[in-house]
């Protein structure tokens, strides 16, 4: 077999590297202002990537570059989500972006090279590869935050994010380091074997387990390593909020069963309670502040916090179950923030941004449809039954109370309760409220026609949710190497 | 199932499917023909129930109409419907009440037409589904589901203080079912992975979880019924919603709660029902007693009913928590009946409410002077809702105190004051606002009802009174599920 053909499993992640290359140097003879060939490249790319994927799939788990890099069912249904994240978030920000004169082909470039970030950290199965993902993830962001230049608030919330990021990416180095030191490997599977025989260094072992959680909780915004998500999610243009609180979360979830549930299996029960902790007070602060907060990103992004909260509950409860319904989870709450922020975008026009929750007073009388689509995603996002929401905590649930902590369950269910008071006072300012505003929506009709198949598709899946669940239930089985 | 036609299904989707087409009607310029397809949906939802009824066997207590399918395989969830001889009546009782609530919103809706009578339609399919379904996940989803559209209601076309109200309700409801939702799941990993409620009647499950789940599941349908001390939001909603609202609320609202009691609480942890009988009891003969006193105090008038529904449905708690036979069928009775009682009278103060604008006892007197066939009608639900004797509100109440007596005649006799209390409040607010001399400018230029508030007035006029006169259509179907289940419950299971 040649060298090229055992490349197979990760060429998906070689054509995107190549065409992001090309599509950034095709960009300098792009000059109409709406950057449409480059566009239209991009989502090509996109979906051929998703077609590799598709194509390139084995039905077993194949191992590439001396285990550094794995092809398994898990992965390609993440990358799968991925592409189609990043392809709606293009589609949502296109006129946004426009008309603030920010779709530029570096916006388009570096969303593509976060993607690869993403891809390599959903693949990586060895502690250098995960963290070249996390970082080529991470810079892209970073960038991107500050693409509106002449935005202070954008400007101090990159910064902020630079610098946590930095310090986040410092714990993880230094717990890696830790764990290399106690184990000698760097390679995710060679760890746990390395742990199950036995190492001499437990408290080693143990200091670098404190430091890669405490990185981890950094980048995906639990509770107490939270401070940046709120001013990241406000100070960014939109269009990049919704990038960072959608695909990254796939990425961050895959990064965790790579890290926590492949590599430090035999330290679970050091790293559940830890995340017993995390996920517990990320319910608690994410839903108690979003209470207080008037700008509709602020408090999406205290809900995020508290969505994550509930993602660890799932990771934390363990077995194919657990960590089955944290990936349904974090996949059905990427679809919701997905349609949360791009309803935002669609409201908003040349020098007016409706991300204030008195923007959508009384939508219901200028726009029935697109208030009824947030209803859905609200209600989704509360929990509710019939939508897809409800299903995602259902699933969490019951990992929680089949792993015996019914305490977890019903503080879950309590915290729940109090964020579906927020989400209910948009359905309120909605439906209830007179509009301030009567200036029509003028609606693009490629993300109108999105945001209907957004908010439609979290209904579907709430009225047929069996195949995503049975989906993410084969992937973590056939993937996951579980003791 | 007759004929293989799968009724229920068409029972819970066929209003569902009706709501979205008048929503699909658009904005208020196609108001008529939105009422138009409502009214057909509405009434085409109630007829195909019929067939519940008269295709019903009424010799067994196992379930009938059966459906069953995958539906989330991965958890074992099925989308498993049937009806015994209980819910196959709250079906029937909720179909029967939205062609009504339809026609009582007829002329009186004019903002947003479309999406108040969707909201009623696909509420009405997933209250049906409430009644109809047998697995526990499908059980919540219509559950939880139904509260959606009625926080719209309240919250788009009701009173002044809407918004407070309609968050309270929402809020205050779903407290009780996410803990009702931990009590499921605990269920469904102790049976092994199912999510069939019939599995759960026959699992046995030690004491401690029992009282567990009990009071898992108290949280839920309490707050539903409500129950003292649960019943605050109620008072509330009913103020605040519109007529047609208050009408689905008290009439079939409080009932999914009280059914959620002998479909739950009762058989499921059967010990734990007998061990907290006595708390149960004591919350029951408060809201009968204290909420009495409490209706007595009220100057509006739907508080007053409002408070009259939470002393009422305390009878139907009462009566099933003495486990015995005619107290069951009393309490089941007393639900039927205090359905359509409180719905008429909530549609009799709609009725003054659209004239005067006004729902203050003191803004009214001698009504009776220029509406005399409204007064007729509405002094007639008032004596049901009294338990005048000849009239539905009578049977069931007869009922649950024999049932009482047989347990302990003090039980029997707290819960008698409810003929007293009742009487006081319900007359004292009908010789306020129906007899007297014409109180005021505004009284006097009051008209009389149309024939369209006719109509509804004579369907449940009638309805009360042959359910008051002979109610054996209704205690047959539910007599063999009703022994069943109190032999069920007579057994531990522990």
């Known amino acids: 077999m040649s060298y090229l053909s055992t490349l197979s499993s990760a060429y998906a992640e070689i054509f995107l590297l190549v065409m992001a290359s090309s599509i950034l140097i095709v960009d300098l003879f792009v000059t109409n202002p709406g950057k449409t060939l480059t566009y239209v490249l991009v989502q090509l790319t996109l979906l051929s990537c998703a077609l590799i994927t598709v194509m390139t799939h084995e039905p077993i788990v194949v191992h590439l570059f001396n285990n550094m890099f794995v092809d398994d069912l898990m992965s390609d249904v993440l990358k799968l989500f991925s592409y189609l994240a990043i392809s709606m978030v293009l589609v949502y920000s296109r006129s946004y972006l426009m008309l603030r004169g920010l779709f530029t082909g570096e916006f388009m470039v570096l969303t593509l090279f976060a993607l690869l970030g993403m891809m390599v950290m959903i693949s990586a199965t060895h502690f250098l590869t995960l963290y070249i993902g996390l970082e080529l993830l991470s810079l892209s962001l970073y960038a991107m935050v500050a693409l509106q230049r002449d935005s202070a608030t954008a400007t101090e919330a990159a910064m902020k994010y630079f610098i946590l990021g930095a310090l986040a990416s410092g714990l993880l180095l230094y717990g890696m380091s830790m764990l290399y030191g106690a184990t000698g490997t760097l390679e995710v599977a060679a760890i746990s074997d390395a742990i199950m025989h036995g190492v001499d260094n437990k408290a080693l072992l143990v200091f670098g387990l404190v430091f890669v959680v405490a990185g981890l909780a950094f980048k995906i915004g639990a509770v107490p390593f939270h401070m940046w998500v709120p001013d990241v999610y406000h100070g960014a243009p939109t269009a990049i909020t919704m990038l960072i609180g959608s695909a990254p979360k796939l990425a961050a979830f895959a990064f965790i069963m790579r890290i926590l549930v492949d590599g430090l299996q035999p330290l679970v029960m050091h790293w559940s309670g830890m995340l017993a902790i995390l996920a517990v007070l990320s319910m608690a602060v994410g839903n108690i502040t979003a209470i207080a907060q008037t700008n509709l990103k602020r408090m999406l992004a205290y809900s995020t916090i508290a969505h994550m909260g509930f993602l660890l509950l799932g990771v934390l409860s363990g077995g194919i179950d657990g960590y089955s319904s944290a990936m349904f989870y974090v996949v059905i709450y990427v679809l919701m923030s997905l349609g949360g922020f791009g309803m935002i975008m669609l409201l908003s026009r040349e020098g007016f941004e409706a991300d204030k929750l008195d923007d959508f007073k009384g939508l219901n009388q200028r726009s029935p449809w697109l208030a009824f689509m947030m209803l859905i995603l609200m209600f989704s996002m509360a929990g509710v039954p019939p939508t897809a929401g409800f299903y995602a905590k259902l699933s969490v649930l019951q990992a929680v109370v089949g792993a015996g902590h019914i305490p977890l369950a019903v503080m879950a269910v309590m915290f729940s309760l109090i964020g579906a008071f927020y989400y209910l006072r948009i359905v309120k300012l909605m439906y209830f409220d007179a509009p301030e505003s009567h200036v029509p929506i003028a609606i693009q009709p490629d993300s109108g026609l999105l945001i209907s198949i957004n908010g439609l598709a979290v209904l579907a899946l709430g009225i047929m949710p069996g195949t995503l669940i049975t989906v993410c239930a084969v992937a973590v089985q056939k993937s996951l190497m579980l003791h | ?494």
């Open chain 2, 1 to 494: 199932m007759i004929f293989g036609f799968p009724l229920l299904s068409v029972a819970i989707w066929l209003p569902i499917i009706f709501g979205m087409l008048v929503l699909a009607t658009g904005n208020d310029r196609n108001a008529s023909l939105a009422r138009v397809i409502a009214l057909v949906g509405s009434i085409l939802g109630f007829l195909v129930t019929i067939p519940l009824y008269l295709g019903f066997d009424k010799m067994t207590s196992a379930m009938q109409f059966v459906e069953l399918r995958d539906w989330i395989t991965h958890f074992n969830i099925h989308y498993h419907l049937g009806v015994d001889g209980i819910s196959v009546l709250f079906v029937i009782l909720n179909s029967f009440f939205t062609p009504l609530v339809v026609i009582a919103g007829w002329k009186v809706v004019e903002k947003r037409v479309a999406q108040y009578l969707a909201a009623f339609l696909i509420m009405s399919g997933l209250i049906n589904g409430v009644f109809a379904s047998l697995d526990a996940v499908l059980f919540y989803v219509f559950w939880e589901a139904m509260l959606i559209p009625m926080f719209i209601i309240i919250g788009v076309w009701g009173g002044s203080n809407r918004v407070y109200a309609a968050i309270k309700f929402f809020l205050y409801t779903f407290l009780g079912s996410v803990l009702m939702l931990i009590a499921l799941l605990y269920l469904y990993i102790q049976s092994g992975g199912s999510f069939a409620i019939l599995d759960y009647h026959q699992m046995s499950i030690p004491m401690t979880a029992q009282i567990l789940v009990f009071i898992a599941f108290f949280m839920a349908f309490a707050v539903k019924v409500p129950m003292f001390p649960v019943h605050t939001w109620l008072p509330d909603a009913h103020v605040e919603a519109p007529t047609g609202g208050s009408v689905i609320l008290a009439a079939i609202m409080l009932k999914v709660g009280a059914y959620g009691f002998i479909r739950f609480s009762m058989p499921i942890v059967p010990d734990a029902s007998h061990y907290l009988a006595g708390m149960m009891i004591a919350l029951s003969l408060i809201a009968v007693v204290y909420i009495g006193l409490v209706a007595l105090a009220q100057t509006d008038m739907k508080k007053l009913v409002a408070y009259s529904s939470i002393s009422h449905m305390g009878f139907v708690t009462l009566g099933f928590f003495i486990f015995n036979a005619y107290g069951m069928e009393g309490a089941l009775l007393q639900m039927i009946s205090h359905g359509f009682i409180s719905g008429a009278l909530f549609l009799c103060i709609g009725v003054l409410y659209d004239r005067m604008h006004t729902r203050n006892i003191a803004d009214y007197g001698g009504v009776a002077n220029k509406m005399p066939v409204f007064a007729a009608f509405f002094v007639l639900f008032a004596m049901a809702n009294v338990g005048l004797p000849g009239t539905s509100g009578f049977v069931g109440e007869f009922m649950v105190i024999m049932g009482a007596v047989k347990v302990n005649f003090w039980y029997a006799f707290a819960a008698a004051s409810i003929l007293i209390f009742g009487a006081a409040y319900t007359l004292w607010m009908v010789k306020r606002v129906i007899f007297g001399a014409v109180a005021n400018q505004n009284v006097a230029q009051l008209t009389d009802i149309t024939m369209r508030e006719k109509l509804i007035f004579i369907i449940l006029a009638l309805t009360v009174l042959i359910m008051g006169l002979y109610p054996l259509p209704f205690t047959e179907i539910m007599h063999t599920s009703v022994n069943d289940l109190l032999v069920h419950i007579a057994r531990s299971k522990l």
